[in-house]
């Protein structure tokens, strides 16, 4: 598929791509390139090919859910401005 000159300004517009004018013919055929790869590759039969989630047949490794830190709430509310039945209070931030 071949671009002319105007397809690659109305582009170039439609993208807000500022292009000079003896930088449209690289890009013509550059994007002429783009869509005829495009093209071939909607001729090749993909009927009988599985998609895939991921190109390699890894398993995700995941470990043992454990605690690790230990339970400090009481250390930290007890440094708190203000904490009642549990919960830290904080002044009233919407009207």
Excluded: C, W
Aim: aromatic letters at 4%; glycine letters at 2%.
């Amino acid at each position: 598929m071949s671009l002319s000159k105007t397809d690659v300004e109305k582009i170039a517009h439609l993208a807000r791509i500022a292009l000079s004018a003896e930088d449209i013919p690289r890009y013509a055929e550059n994007l002429s390139n783009i869509l005829d790869l495009a093209e071939q590759m909607k001729q090749i039969d993909t009927a009988h090919i599985t998609p895939m989630a991921h190109p390699l047949e890894a398993v995700a490794r995941l470990r043992e859910d454990v605690v690790t830190a230990p339970d400090q709430r009481a250390a930290f509310q007890a440094i708190a401005p203000q904490v009642e039945a549990g919960l830290y209070l904080v002044p009233k931030v919407i009207e």
